[in-house]
Structure formats: C-alpha cells, structure tokens
C-alpha cells in the first residue's frame, strides 16, 4: 500500500484520469472528491463489497427447492 500525506487542497492522480482531491478535514474525518471517466464505477468500500456478496449469490445455482418456491 502507497500511503501519501496531502492537505486541504491538495490532489493526487492516478493513472492519467482518476484525480482525487482533499476537499475538507474534520477532526478525524476527511472529505475527498473524484474525478474519474463515467466508465470508471467508483463505490465506497463497503458498497463495493455488498455488490461483490450479491454478485456470489446471483451466481451460484439455486436448489430445486428453491426453484419451486419461485412458482408457489
């Protein structure tokens, strides 16, 4: 892991257009913003990994009971 020091202000890129920049510090909380393209999905963590736990489930076949409870 990279791990930087930026300020109020201050930016970092990743990559030639993913720009992220430090919009605002509260005690211990930081407020950042992202410039990245439409085509780039950018979540927060614990979303990202919601998704990733659904996308599993979708996935995996479903039993014929569970098959059969669709046309009850």
């Known amino acids: ?6 300020k109020k202000g201050e930016s970092l890129m ?9 919009l605002e510090v509260k005690g211990d909380q930081v ?3 992202i410039s990245a393209p439409k085509e780039i999905p950018v979540y927060r ?3 990202y990994v919601q998704i990733q736990e659904a996308n599993k489930e979708a996935m995996t076949e479903p039993s014929p009971e569970a098959f059969k409870k669709l046309f009850e």
């Open 31 to 33: 407020k950042i913003g």
């Open 45 to 47: 963590k614990e979303v």
């Open 1 to 6: 892991m990279l791990a930087l020091s930026r």
């Open 14 to 22: 990743i990559n030639n257009n993913i720009e992220i920049t430090v």
